[in-house]
């Protein structure tokens, strides 16, 4: 077992940083325990390894424990997973400077969520392969498919993780999953070939650069604009790519903004004055911000195990 003891130079709310990196409640690379410990598995570029972090807040102190081949790699990179090089001051000079030009709930929410930051882990193919699964299907259902490819194909957390956790397979693991696991994962033909495809270039995604990421990602067959984003603000940490495209969030900002639902274009209309920040401006909006009341027919669930 390693640790490192780190102090952040300002305000950083640990939970809601590592939270878009969970994929759901029994995601097997991602626990957050009793004690408010947060867990995670990474196949670093050392070999597998468990981080476990949690929060001194008297002495404002990010304490991390890490095991298995890839730990001292883990610790090394823990300031970049919680956001230490995320610009968020130019943020809070672009909210100040547009004053009444911008939107009071953006700027109540800045004040509210100062350390709010986005963090970047570095681990391009790991990023990818959730936000495929879960391209056109509800939540649950991608979360299903991660929770059994990873029980299946992922190897045990090093060290004393909590039961289950599994750490991310290789690409060569991806690349020789059978058909039938895919079907019994319930993640249809497309979505397989895109993974598979993907995991024979994880190597030169991982070398590429956050400038260069947009243009490879989308250069794979059945990687578009929605998932190149998820998977940039994950990997990349990029505090301005949006998912458009997505199912909720034109409604989220729209309602938040203007208090009227909204369409892609209407989105990023409304995000424009904060460019640079438009990832940011959601991840508030979705901490704070207001949604229209539910009516009408939901995005169905579609079991492909049935099919």
């Not at 095991?67 to 130019?90: C, N, S, Y």
């Not at 904060?274 to 539910?294: C, F, N, S, T, V």
Request: glycine content about 10%; aromatic content about 8%; proline content about 8%.
């Amino acid at each position: 077992m390693r640790e490192r003891r780190w102090r952040p130079d300002g305000p950083l709310d640990v939970e809601p940083i590592l939270a878009p990196h969970r994929r759901g409640s029994g995601d097997p690379a991602w626990q957050l325990t009793a004690d408010r410990a947060i867990w995670r598995t990474s196949r670093t570029p050392e070999g597998p390894g468990t981080l476990r972090v949690t929060v001194e807040p008297r002495e404002a102190l990010v304490v991390a424990q890490a095991w298995g081949p890839g730990a001292a790699w883990m610790l090394e990179t823990l300031p970049q997973l919680l956001g230490a090089h995320d610009g968020v001051g130019d943020f809070r000079r672009l909210v100040e400077g547009l004053g009444y030009a911008g939107h009071e709930l953006v700027r109540e929410l800045a004040s509210r969520h100062q350390g709010l930051r986005v963090g970047r882990t570095l681990r391009v193919f790991e990023a990818l392969v959730p936000a495929v699964l879960e391209q056109k299907v509800v939540g649950r259902e991608a979360w299903r498919a991660w929770r059994w490819l990873l029980s299946r194909y992922g190897e045990p957390a090093p060290g004393p993780a909590p039961a289950m956790m599994r750490v991310f397979p290789g690409p060569e693991v991806w690349r020789k999953i059978p058909s039938w696991d895919w079907h019994r994962a319930g993640a249809e033909a497309v979505r397989a070939r895109t993974i598979v495809n993907a995991a024979l270039h994880a190597e030169k995604l991982e070398a590429a650069g956050a400038a260069e990421a947009d243009r490879l990602l989308r250069a794979l067959p059945g990687v578009g604009v929605w998932t190149s984003a998820e998977i940039r603000q994950r990997a990349h940490g990029d505090p301005d790519a949006v998912s458009v495209g997505d199912y909720h969030l034109p409604s989220l900002v729209g309602w938040s903004l203007t208090g009227r639902r909204t369409d892609d274009a209407g989105m990023l209309e409304l995000l424009a004055p904060y460019r640079g920040h438009r990832h940011r401006i959601i991840r508030l909006l979705e901490l704070g911000g207001r949604r229209p009341p539910a009516r009408g027919p939901r995005m169905p669930a579609r079991d492909y195990r049935s099919f």
